[in-house]
């Protein structure tokens, strides 16, 4: 069973930074793919990085947060981090990492492709 903690969640004023991390446990295959995802009230989940454990990092940002939003990950670790830079009030939401254990990187990915989600965390900014 696939298990995923996130940290790093918080309160941040516009233009701090935060980082996320996603420890993930339990993987049976060895390349996978991890995924960030947010859900801000009233509004549906959407994706906002995600990447491939594979040798060759395979990545994927929204619109909304390139340049400003770094993903990364740590092999020995089994960690995945995402750098967000130069925060905004519209960035306020619970995110989530979530893991698709399917082989491949897929060129286009929601929710629904991803097998195993953490619990979650708020990530607020306001002055």
């Known amino acids: 069973q696939v298990q995923l903690v996130e940290s790093g969640g918080g309160l941040v004023q516009p233009g701090g930074s935060l980082r996320l991390s996603c420890v993930v446990s339990g993987a049976t295959v060895q390349y996978y793919t991890i995924g960030w995802f947010r859900q801000a009230p009233g509004k549906e989940r959407e994706g906002v990085s995600r990447?491939?454990?594979?040798?060759?990092?395979?990545?994927w940002y929204t619109d909304s947060v390139k340049g400003r939003f770094t993903i990364s990950r740590d092999p020995i670790k089994d960690t995945v981090f995402l750098q967000m830079n130069n925060l905004k009030p519209e960035d306020t939401a619970v995110y989530y990492c979530?893991?698709?254990?399917?082989?491949?990187?897929?060129?286009?990915?929601?929710?629904?492709?991803?097998?195993?989600w953490g619990r979650g965390m708020q990530v607020t900014v306001c002055s």
């Open positions: 990447i491939s454990t594979t040798p060759e990092d395979m990545i």
């Open positions: 979530a893991a698709d254990m399917s082989i491949g990187f897929r060129l286009s990915a929601g929710p629904g492709n991803f097998d195993c």
